[in-house]
């Protein structure tokens, strides 16, 4: 993780020491140097930046920036100043913390070190919620994908903070799990939020036929069909599974069985 800084001085001394500081953290990027507060509002807007390190006595300094900028625009700030009184008035803004001039190099990594774990916490929390946006515009069926006339061919997956594609014709069967089905696809399985309703309308053009109330099967893994009692069949798939085809169901004989039985 890099994080990309701004640094806020009006002193080219103070710029100085502060960067030297910087630079010996090898994920730190200085992006941008401001004199006074006009120059860091417009720096800020302009770089997006994760990090400011904004001194408080400058022309325009800095709560005039964030009263400018407005607090839920800000990146994370550390004050950096000669004075101690307005250390209160800092956190009253939520600066992630407040440095006295002359920098000590210890406490620079110490502020540095705490920037660092919540621009990690925040960099985690929008990955899931963009993750979250994703799955969800790629998971809703279109109107064409629901008449069948352009069947989908892909299915993403959300697990454990990533997204894994998985191809329809890989999977095997489909089980029920409340609001959820469970794809099986070899010996993995992937849950996914859908109800077997939501997902027999999706598979069903690409061949998938429903032969229980919580199951789905592929048409092409389909080995063989094996009657049982009460009208009820065992469906057989090429890796060995064997599936219950309910009476219930038997419509989806003609459909199964078309498969290359």
């Not at 892909?154 to 069967?173: H, N, Q």
């Not at 109330?213 to 890796?239: Q, Y």
Request: hydrophobic share 45%; glycine share 6%.
């Amino acid at each position: 993780m890099t994080i990309r800084a701004i640094i806020v001085d009006d002193e080219e001394l103070a710029r100085r020491g502060l960067r030297g500081l910087a630079e010996q953290a090898t994920d730190v990027e200085i992006v941008a140097e401001c004199g006074n507060g006009r120059e860091a509002i417009e720096a800020i807007r302009a770089k997006v930046p994760d990090l400011v390190f904004l001194d408080i006595q400058m022309p325009g300094g800095g709560f005039e920036v964030i009263e400018a900028l407005g607090v839920a625009e800000m990146p994370q700030v550390i004050f950096v100043t000669a004075y101690d009184q307005y250390a209160l008035k800092a956190f009253e803004v939520n600066a992630l913390d407040y440095l006295l001039k002359p920098i000590d190099e210890s406490r620079f990594k110490q502020a540095l070190e705490r920037a660092r774990t919540v621009l990690s916490r925040t960099r985690a929390s929008d990955l899931g919620q963009r993750l979250s946006q994703m799955l969800a515009e790629l998971s809703r069926p279109t109107a064409t994908s629901c008449a069948g006339t352009e069947p989908i061919d892909r299915i993403p997956i959300k697990t454990r903070g990533r997204v894994v594609v998985l191809r329809v014709a890989d999977i095997d069967w489909v089980e029920a799990d409340g609001d959820y089905v469970t794809l099986h696809v070899g010996s993995k399985t992937w849950l996914l939020r859908e109800t077997i309703a939501a997902a027999e309308t999706r598979l069903a053009p690409v061949g998938f036929v429903r032969i229980h109330r919580s199951t789905l099967v592929n048409t092409d893994r389909v080995r063989e069909m094996r009657p049982l009692s009460k009208g009820e069949f065992a469906i057989i798939l090429a890796d060995g599974t064997e599936l219950k085809l309910s009476r219930n169901y038997r419509n989806a004989i003609a459909r199964v069985a078309g498969s290359g039985l």
